[in-house]
Every structure is written in structure tokens, then in C-alpha cells.
């Protein structure tokens, strides 16, 4: 994911705070290279991609894998399963990715994130 993206890209995972625009290297990387640690069978389906004007694609995709812990009303511990997630990705002229701004349920997160400690 790192290569799809531009020096001086910018994102915002959105459950950690309206004001929570990082850099993709050294900040949103540190969340990326954590997900196949906690679920080390950790994959990406993408369901859709909806260009958008310009520069814009939305994308709907689930990510998961054999869930560490229990996610209520989703999956239970041992289980495959994967959380869905909705990407705003601008690009920049050359193609790489500038921006990437991330939705997701966040109490799916939390409880894997909370086993893998």
C-alpha cells in the first residue's frame, strides 16, 4: 500500500477523531503494518470502487481474517471474518495516492486490536 502512495501523503481514519489527519508514512503505516500481527491471515476483498469527480474513487472493502477475539454480533473468536471499511483516495497527477480517509465500525476494531495486546 505504501508504494501506491505519494511522499507527503496525508490520511485520517476518521473513528479516531474528526482531527486525526496523519502522514501515511510513520502514521498510518504504524496501523497498516499492525493489522497481520493481530490477524495474521489478515486480507483486503474489495467489493466496489465508485470514481468520484477528478482525481476521487471511493472504495468499499472488507478486511479481516481468523478474528483473534470475539466481535460481538460479528464473529466469534477462531472465526473468518471481516469488517467493512470505506476509503475517500484522491490522487495526485502522477497516480499515487495524496489523501486516503477512512470509515469504519470502530467496535470491531477495538475488540481485535484489544486481543492483540
Known amino acids: 500500500m505504501l508504494a501506491l502512495c505519494a511522499d507527503g501523503a496525508q490520511g485520517r481514519y476518521l473513528p ?15 496501523i497498516w ?4 500481527k493481530a490477524v495474521p491471515d489478515f486480507g483486503v476483498e474489495i467489493i466496489e470502487m465508485i470514481p468520484g469527480e477528478e482525481n ?4 468499499q472493502a472488507l478486511l ?7 466481535v460481538a454480533g460479528l464473529v466469534k473468536k477462531g472465526e473468518v471474518g471481516r469488517i467493512a471499511h470505506a ?21 470491531a476494531i477495538n475488540a481485535i486490536k484489544a486481543s492483540a495486546l
Do not use: H, Q
Open 16 to 30: 479516531y477523531g474528526k482531527n486525526s489527519v496523519m502522514p501515511v508514512r510513520s502514521g498510518l503505516e504504524k
Open 33 to 36: 503494518r499492525g493489522f497481520p
Open 56 to 59: 476521487t474513487i471511493v472504495v
Open 64 to 70: 479481516g481474517g481468523t478474528m483473534p477475539a470475539d
Open 87 to 107: 476509503y475517500i483516495i484522491r490522487y495526485n497527477r502522477d497516480g499515487k495516492i495524496s489523501r486516503l480517509d477512512c470509515y469504519w465500525d470502530n467496535t
